[in-house]
């Protein structure tokens, strides 16, 4: 019996099909990867989360390496660090890993070091007062903890940068040079296919992270860069997490889907299903999105689809495009027109189903305050109980 993925075990999936989503107008990238998942052993459910280990790019890899002196090509043996044991599938079956596996595969150069990592430093300088100075940082003093808060934390310095600020911090053994690395964490990003449509292959769409540190570093995300890099044909490891954002089990219940920029990945997977089901024969509910992005013409995310689906009957359509005038129109805005909130407020009494995905501290937050609005002026509920109304939505699960 073929195991199932998961993070110590993962499939190498092979890396069938990846674009750019965004328009060569648009000064950022934002890409779509499909993952071939044939006798993998993975399954999923529309709304399911990916969970990829990704690796750090061979130039930091190698500044690294310079820095503290490491040979790539030392074998290292994993069964004397616990923590790189937990990394063996994707270290290698073996006790042993090279150095070069380690600093790319385990380890997470683009983070900040912590301040027990600070202290440990500390013991390899030899000039007093740089290893004073570490140790301040380290120490539990309140001006301590502050600066090491602005310092290291806010302007995002990682462990590179404290070594390159420190240069008298020399000879670490390779061995405590592995306990000092912060360690690589997979990243999870929302499944945007539907495993009715696509049962042997998951599609994940993500913005690429880049952009300079208050310290003055270019950052490029660790995942979102190592993803831009694969190929079609690259193998990349991968596994499957369940998610609590599920369409109804009744099809013929309305979905209300709201989402801005990057949250618009599980929503693609919600309607790809929901159109396969219609086409299929299945009697499906409507389906509305709200959708928000800044230019049509440069990250408007699966337009095709989406306008595709519009016009065939199987999806409503509502955008809110935020630079395209002199003045913000964000999703909330689009929701407060009269005809919006009147179709929002029927389909809600319809047994209607409410999915927001997006920013945490300004789209949701901003839709839950316009759905309270509707509420209030579509059902006339005062404003204590369009709280409570939505509270119950949520509770039931209906409101995700």
């Given at each position: 019996?073929?195991?199932?993925?998961?993070?110590?075990?993962?499939?190498?999936?092979?890396?069938?099909?990846?674009?750019?989503?965004?328009?060569?107008?648009?000064?950022?990238?934002?890409?779509?990867?499909?993952?071939?998942?044939?006798?993998?052993?993975?399954?999923?459910?529309?709304?399911?989360?990916?969970?990829?280990?990704?690796?750090?790019?061979?130039?930091?890899?190698?500044?690294?390496?310079?820095?503290?002196?490491?040979?790539?090509?030392?074998?290292?043996?994993?069964?004397?660090?616990?923590?790189?044991?937990?990394?063996?599938g994707i270290l290698g079956k073996s006790c042993a890993a090279s150095m070069g596996a380690v600093l790319s595969k385990f380890a997470d150069l683009s983070v900040s070091p912590s301040r027990s990592v600070l202290r440990s430093l500390a013991k390899f300088a030899t000039d007093p007062a740089e290893r004073d100075h570490l140790l301040w940082l380290a120490s539990n003093h309140e001006l301590a903890r502050a600066d090491y808060s602005h310092w290291v934390v806010a302007e995002r310095r990682n462990l590179l940068q404290i070594l390159q600020a420190y240069p008298s911090v020399q000879n670490i053994p390779a061995d405590e040079a592995v306990e000092l690395l912060p360690t690589m964490q997979n990243r999870f990003y929302s499944i945007c296919s539907s495993s009715f449509v696509q049962p042997d292959s998951i599609d994940v769409a993500c913005g690429v992270v880049s952009g300079m540190t208050p310290s003055g570093r270019l950052h490029r995300g660790v995942c979102t860069s190592f993803l831009e890099e694969h190929q079609e044909g690259d193998e990349v490891p991968i596994f499957c997490k369940q998610s609590l954002f599920r369409l109804p089990v009744d099809k013929t219940r309305p979905i209300l889907m709201f989402s801005a920029g990057t949250g618009v990945a599980p929503f693609r997977a919600f309607v790809q299903e929901r159109v396969a089901l219609a086409k299929a024969g299945e009697k499906v509910g409507p389906n509305v999105l709200f959708f928000g992005c800044c230019d049509r013409h440069q990250d408007f995310l699966f337009e095709k689809e989406f306008s595709d689906s519009s016009r065939a009957g199987h999806l409503i359509l509502r955008t809110a495009f935020s630079h395209e005038q002199a003045y913000r129109i964000y999703v909330q805005h689009v929701m407060l027109r009269d005809e919006n909130s009147e179709m929002i407020w029927r389909y809600l009494q319809e047994g209607g189903y409410i999915y927001v995905c997006g920013n945490a501290k300004t789209l949701a937050p901003a839709v839950h305050d316009a759905l309270k609005t509707i509420a209030q002026k579509q059902g006339g509920l005062s404003a204590e109980a369009s709280v409570d109304y939505l509270s119950s939505l949520q509770a039931k699960n209906i409101y995700q």
């Open positions: 019996m073929k195991l199932v993925p998961d993070v110590r075990n993962p499939f190498f999936s092979r890396i069938s099909m990846s674009r750019d989503l965004h328009t060569s107008h648009s000064p950022r990238s934002f890409i779509h990867v499909r993952f071939n998942t044939v006798d993998s052993g993975i399954t999923y459910t529309t709304g399911d989360y990916l969970g990829i280990l990704p690796q750090n790019s061979y130039h930091d890899v190698k500044a690294i390496a310079k820095r503290l002196k490491l040979n790539l090509n030392q074998d290292i043996d994993i069964s004397l660090h616990p923590v790189l044991s937990t990394h063996s």
